[in-house]
């Protein structure tokens, strides 16, 4: 047998990083060019940039120099996530695409955990794991309620949606292959819940690597009840407009299981008030069935996606 045949296939990795005026994006890449990867991996990082102007091209091109691995740069001038996100998928040309956000850091083992699972799962997506870290500002309750840190939700031993923040895509599967995020969520967030949710009902696995973590600062502008509800009562409402195509009947009986689930939530709430962190966990997720029964009645949803500040831009996710 030849040397030749004897060599491992490449294994070509694309990861996807869509950014908006985010300096953190810096300490992003700077982790990527950590990763601990096998010599027949060949990683790409695709940068794709939401703003109107191309604002962090001089970024990506002034630390292009320090990373191992190639990065291309896409200017995406629309303010509109899901244009970055299909953008990141167009330009793929691997095996595999990954996604990160641009406000969060990858730890070393980040990449290998997510291929290995894939390859043992045979899923067509795999999750993991992002850990928020909270500043000194914080209130007490949120801490250690940890509200911002992000896991899949398991229904009756499998997952059913997944998020942009940390996952990996198998871009061969018949699943993947040719799916896009819509453009109509690209302004309201949810554009990612609606991918995955689509991909599992089209027949798609999703697993889930749980050694896989990546991190993320908690800013103060998101460090708030106000934002955390605001973020709850979206999500309800892209589940809800997502139920509503199930038909009338399925949508009433829904409107009605949420609106039950609701009053249930603000009752504990209620009965909760001297634990400020259980509190507000029955309260938030309370919210989050409302904002389901909006979407079901076709509330217009929450816009999240497309102002000037950072906490609108790309690395808001789901």
């Keep these: 047998m030849t040397a030749s045949r004897n060599k491992p296939a490449e294994l070509r990795i694309d990861i996807g990083v869509c950014t908006f005026r985010r300096p953190e994006l810096a300490d992003a890449l700077r982790s990527l060019a950590a990763l601990e990867v096998r010599p027949d991996w060949r990683v790409r990082i695709i940068v794709a940039d939401n703003?109107?102007?191309?604002?962090?091209?001089?970024?990506?091109?002034?630390?292009?120099?320090?990373?191992?691995?190639?990065?291309?740069?896409?200017?995406?001038?629309?303010?509109?996530?899901?244009?970055?996100?299909?953008?990141?998928?167009?330009?793929?040309?691997?095996?595999?695409?990954?996604?990160?956000?641009?406000?969060?850091?990858?730890?070393?083992?980040?990449?290998?955990?997510?291929?290995?699972?894939?390859?043992?799962?045979?899923?067509?997506a795999v999750l993991g794991p992002v850990e928020a870290r909270y500043l000194a500002g914080a209130p007490r309750w949120m801490r250690e309620g940890d509200f911002h840190s992000t896991l899949p939700v398991w229904v009756r031993g499998e997952i059913r949606t997944g998020y942009t923040c940390n996952v990996l895509l198998r871009r061969s599967s018949p699943r993947v292959a040719g799916r896009r995020f819509s453009l109509a969520r690209g302004r309201s967030g949810g554009e990612d819940t609606e991918y995955f949710t689509r991909l599992h009902a089209a027949g798609g696995r999703i697993a889930y690597a749980p050694e896989a973590w990546v991190r993320e600062i908690v800013p103060p502008g998101r460090a708030r009840l106000s934002w955390l509800a605001r973020r709850r009562f979206r999500a309800g409402q892209t589940h809800g407009h997502l139920l509503a195509g199930q038909g009338p009947a399925a949508a009433a009986r829904n409107m009605a299981l949420a609106g039950a689930k609701a009053g249930y939530c603000f009752l504990a709430a209620a009965l909760s008030a001297f634990s400020a962190a259980r509190r507000n966990r029955y309260a938030l997720r309370g919210i989050m069935h409302v904002g389901v029964v909006g979407g079901l009645a076709g509330v217009r949803e929450l816009q999240q996606y497309g102002g000037t500040a950072p906490e609108q831009g790309a690395g808001i996710g789901t």
């Design 51 to 124: 703003d109107v102007t191309p604002s962090a091209r001089e970024l990506v091109a002034r630390l292009e120099p320090e990373m191992p691995f190639p990065v291309h740069y896409v200017h995406c001038p629309e303010a509109n996530i899901s244009i970055a996100r299909n953008a990141c998928l167009d330009a793929g040309a691997g095996d595999m695409l990954a996604f990160i956000d641009d406000d969060e850091t990858a730890s070393p083992q980040w990449l290998a955990e997510l291929v290995a699972m894939a390859a043992t799962s045979g899923a067509d």
